[in-house]
């Protein structure tokens, strides 16, 4: 009922940029907050960075003063800019958002949704 799809991966050289995007589409009836976070390999998945649906933002450290998020919420879109990046930022980034849903007559409130991953790689 509801798709997260991400875009903008890719492979950069250290000190390089990527905007990662995320749109979501479906019986939506409000999102609550949106967020990224990473899975490098032999990792947990971490938080990167999240924006409440007023716009207040947590960063993890290890990011803060490199990227930066944002959303658009009449396109129901999250996007992260992340400039000067670091081998260590190489994992497979994946958008996350809360959302309320209307469908078939019920009203589901808050869950849990999760794009498929995109892939970014920081290397010479």
């Known amino acids: 009922q509801v798709q997260l799809v991400e875009s903008g991966g890719g492979l950069v050289q250290p000190g390089g940029s990527l905007r990662l995007s995320c749109a979501a589409s479906?019986?939506?009836?409000?999102?609550?907050?949106m967020g990224w976070y990473r899975q490098a390999p032999g990792k947990q998945r971490e938080l990167v960075a999240t924006?409440?649906?007023?716009?207040?933002?947590n960063y993890a450290d290890s990011v803060k003063g490199r990227f930066t998020i944002s959303r658009d919420n009449a396109k129901k879109s999250v996007h992260l800019q992340m400039n000067a990046l670091k081998p260590g930022d190489t994992a497979v980034y994946y958008c996350n958002a809360g959302i309320d849903t209307f469908h078939d007559g019920i009203f589901s409130r808050n869950d849990d949704y999760w794009g498929q991953g995109t892939q970014v790689t920081v290397s010479s």
């Open positions: 479906g019986s939506i009836a409000g999102i609550n907050d």
């Open positions: 924006i409440t649906n007023w716009g207040s933002t």
